[in-house]
C-alpha cells in the first residue's frame, strides 16, 4: 500500500507518526510538504528535520513528481485543506482521500466564517462530496465543527497529534516520587488563552485551606510577568515558582519527577500535545475539557481529571482529590501511561490507519471502538 502525506511543511507535530508509517513493511510512505518551516516558526522552536521519504517541493520537477502522487497513491492524507490544487485532483479520482483537521470554530462562529480558506474547504466538499473522502480529527469538537457544516456525517474518525511514547519503568518513576509534598506542573506560553492565573487561583485555595503543594510553571510569554507580581501579592512565593523556558527534553525529565500536570488552556487549544507528552512520561494529567486532546485521551475518573474551562473551582476540586489520595494519583498515571502505550501512541495509529484504509477499500471488515481510527461523533462543551 502507499500512502502519501501532504503538508505545508514537515515538523514535529508529523515526525513521529510519519517515522512509523515509513517502519510499516508493507506501506511505501512519502511525505510531500510544500516548502521547508518557515522562519518564524524557528523562532517559535520549529526544527527541519531530514527523512528518507521527504519531498519538498523546492522545483517543478519535484512537484510534477507529487501531483502524479497526488493521483496515483492508494492512500492519501491532506493536513487541513493545505495544497488545495493537489487535493482536487486527488478527489477527481475518487480514490481514498483524508483530510486531517482540527476544529474549525475556535472562537465565535461569524468570525470564522469569514476565513476564505473555509469556504474553499467546504465548495471542494461539496463537489466531491460523494467521492471517498473522510476526515481524521485532531480535536474531539472537530466532527461537531464539521457536522454543524453539513460536512463528513459518519465520515470522522478519531486522530491527534501524536507524540514519541518511550519505554519507561513506570513503577520505579512513581516510586522514585514518593515524597511528603506533591509536586504539580504547568507547562505553557504566559499568554491569556493559555489562563496561567489559575494556577495563581488554584495555588491560594490550595494554601487556604493548608494543603502541603509545589508548583513549577515551565515557559515564557507576555504574561509571565504579571504572574510573578500576582504570586508576590498573594504571598505564594514558598509553593510556587515560575521556572521559565527550558529545552523539551528537559521537560519530559521534569513531567517524570512531577506527580500532577495542570494543562489550563482554553478552546484556542486545537489539540495540546502537552498533554500526550505528561500522560507519556508518569505524570497525572488534570486539564481543561475545552482542550482538544482531553475529550478524546482523558478518561475522567479512570486516567486523569478534566475539568470545566476556566473554572478555578472545578479545578480545585479535581486537584484536591489527587492530593487527599495520592494512592489514586498513582493509579490514573499507570493508566495513562498503558493508554499512551497500547493505543495512542505513532506506532499504534500507523498501524490502526492501515487497517482503517483497508477496510475502507473493502479488503478486510475492522471497527475500532474507541482511541485512533474510532469513530469521531459530534461532541460539544
Same mark, same amino acid.
Given at each position: 500500500?502507499?500512502?502519501?502525506?501532504?503538508?505545508?511543511?514537515?515538523?514535529?507535530?508529523?515526525?513521529?507518526?510519519?517515522?512509523?508509517?515509513?517502519?510499516?513493511?508493507?506501506?511505501?510512505?512519502?511525505?510531500?510538504?510544500?516548502?521547508?518551516?518557515?522562519?518564524?516558526?524557528?523562532?517559535?522552536?520549529?526544527?527541519?528535520?531530514?527523512?528518507?521519504?521527504?519531498?519538498?517541493?523546492?522545483?517543478?520537477?519535484?512537484?510534477?513528481?507529487?501531483?502524479?502522487?497526488?493521483?496515483?497513491?492508494?492512500?492519501?492524507?491532506?493536513?487541513?485543506?493545505?495544497?488545495?490544487?493537489?487535493?482536487?485532483?486527488?478527489?477527481?479520482?475518487?480514490?481514498?482521500?483524508?483530510?486531517?483537521?482540527?476544529?474549525?470554530?475556535?472562537?465565535?462562529?461569524?468570525?470564522?466564517?469569514?476565513?476564505?480558506?473555509?469556504?474553499?474547504?467546504?465548495?471542494?466538499?461539496?463537489?466531491?462530496?460523494?467521492?471517498?473522502?473522510?476526515?481524521?480529527?485532531?480535536?474531539?469538537?472537530?466532527?461537531?465543527?464539521?457536522?454543524?457544516?453539513?460536512?463528513?456525517?459518519?465520515?470522522?474518525?478519531?486522530?491527534?497529534?501524536?507524540?514519541?511514547?518511550?519505554?519507561?519503568?513506570? %513503577?520505579? /518513576? +512513581?516510586?522514585?516520587? @514518593? *515524597?511528603?509534598?506533591?509536586? !504539580?506542573?504547568?507547562?505553557?506560553?504566559?499568554?491569556? =488563552?493559555?489562563?496561567?492565573?489559575?494556577?495563581?487561583?488554584?495555588?491560594?485555595?490550595?494554601?487556604?485551606?493548608?494543603?502541603?503543594?509545589?508548583?513549577?510553571?515551565?515557559?515564557?510569554?507576555?504574561?509571565?510577568?504579571?504572574?510573578?507580581?500576582?504570586?508576590?501579592?498573594?504571598?505564594?512565593?514558598?509553593?510556587?515558582?515560575?521556572?521559565?523556558?527550558?529545552?523539551? %527534553?528537559? /521537560? +519530559?525529565?521534569?513531567? @517524570? *519527577?512531577?506527580?500532577?500536570? !495542570?494543562?489550563?488552556?482554553?478552546?484556542?487549544?486545537? =489539540?495540546?500535545?502537552?498533554?500526550?507528552?505528561?500522560?507519556?512520561?508518569?505524570?497525572?494529567?488534570?486539564?481543561?475539557?475545552?482542550?482538544?486532546?482531553?475529550?478524546?485521551?482523558?478518561?475522567?475518573?479512570?486516567?486523569?481529571?478534566?475539568?470545566?474551562?476556566?473554572?478555578?473551582?472545578?479545578?480545585?476540586?479535581?486537584?484536591?482529590?489527587?492530593?487527599?489520595?495520592?494512592?489514586?494519583?498513582?493509579?490514573?498515571?499507570?493508566?495513562?501511561?498503558?493508554?499512551?502505550?497500547?493505543?495512542?501512541?505513532?506506532?499504534?495509529?500507523?498501524?490502526?490507519?492501515?487497517?482503517?484504509?483497508?477496510?475502507?477499500?473493502?479488503?478486510?471488515?475492522?471497527?475500532?471502538?474507541?482511541?485512533?481510527?474510532?469513530?469521531?461523533?459530534?461532541?460539544?462543551?
Amino acid at each position: 500500500m502507499q500512502i502519501v502525506f501532504f503538508s505545508n511543511y514537515f515538523n514535529h507535530h508529523q515526525l513521529h507518526l510519519a517515522d512509523a508509517f515509513n517502519a510499516i513493511d508493507d506501506v511505501d510512505f512519502i511525505f510531500v510538504a510544500d516548502h521547508t518551516v518557515p522562519g518564524f516558526r524557528k523562532e517559535l522552536g520549529y526544527s527541519s528535520f531530514d527523512r528518507p521519504y521527504l519531498i519538498v517541493l523546492d522545483n517543478s520537477e519535484k512537484k510534477e513528481e507529487a501531483f502524479v502522487l497526488s493521483k496515483t497513491a492508494d492512500v492519501a492524507i491532506f493536513i487541513n485543506s493545505s495544497m488545495e490544487s493537489y487535493l482536487e485532483a486527488r478527489l477527481k479520482t475518487n480514490k481514498l482521500t483524508f483530510l486531517y483537521s482540527e476544529r474549525w470554530f475556535k472562537k465565535k462562529y461569524m468570525l470564522n466564517l469569514l476565513s476564505p480558506r473555509l469556504w474553499r474547504q467546504i465548495f471542494t466538499y461539496f463537489k466531491f462530496r460523494k467521492n471517498k473522502q473522510y476526515m481524521l480529527c485532531a480535536s474531539a469538537y472537530a466532527a461537531n465543527d464539521y457536522y454543524l457544516l453539513g460536512m463528513y456525517k459518519n465520515k470522522c474518525y478519531k486522530w491527534a497529534y501524536f507524540t514519541e511514547v518511550n519505554d519507561i519503568d513506570i %513503577n520505579k /518513576i +512513581l516510586q522514585d516520587k @514518593r *515524597q511528603k509534598r506533591i509536586k !504539580i506542573m504547568w507547562c505553557s506560553r504566559f499568554i491569556d =488563552w493559555k489562563h496561567p492565573e489559575l494556577i495563581v487561583k488554584l495555588a491560594s485555595k490550595l494554601k487556604r485551606d493548608g494543603y502541603d503543594f509545589e508548583i513549577n510553571m515551565f515557559g515564557n510569554g507576555p504574561l509571565i510577568e504579571d504572574i510573578k507580581d500576582k504570586i508576590n501579592e498573594c504571598s505564594l512565593t514558598d509553593c510556587v515558582c515560575v521556572k521559565g523556558s527550558v529545552q523539551n %527534553n528537559e /521537560i +519530559l525529565s521534569q513531567m @517524570r *519527577q512531577h506527580n500532577v500536570f !495542570i494543562f489550563t488552556s482554553d478552546q484556542n487549544e486545537g =489539540w495540546g500535545a502537552v498533554a500526550n507528552e505528561a500522560m507519556s512520561n508518569g505524570c497525572t494529567l488534570v486539564g481543561s475539557d475545552a482542550i482538544g486532546s482531553v475529550p478524546f485521551l482523558v478518561k475522567d475518573g479512570k486516567n486523569g481529571f478534566s475539568f470545566r474551562s476556566k473554572d478555578v473551582n472545578s479545578l480545585y476540586g479535581k486537584i484536591k482529590i489527587l492530593l487527599d489520595d495520592r494512592k489514586l494519583c498513582e493509579e490514573f498515571a499507570k493508566k495513562a501511561y498503558a493508554d499512551m502505550k497500547n493505543c495512542w501512541s505513532p506506532q499504534q495509529a500507523a498501524i490502526r490507519f492501515v487497517n482503517l484504509s483497508k477496510s475502507l477499500q473493502g479488503e478486510t471488515c475492522i471497527h475500532y471502538t474507541e482511541g485512533p481510527c474510532s469513530l469521531a461523533t459530534p461532541h460539544k462543551l
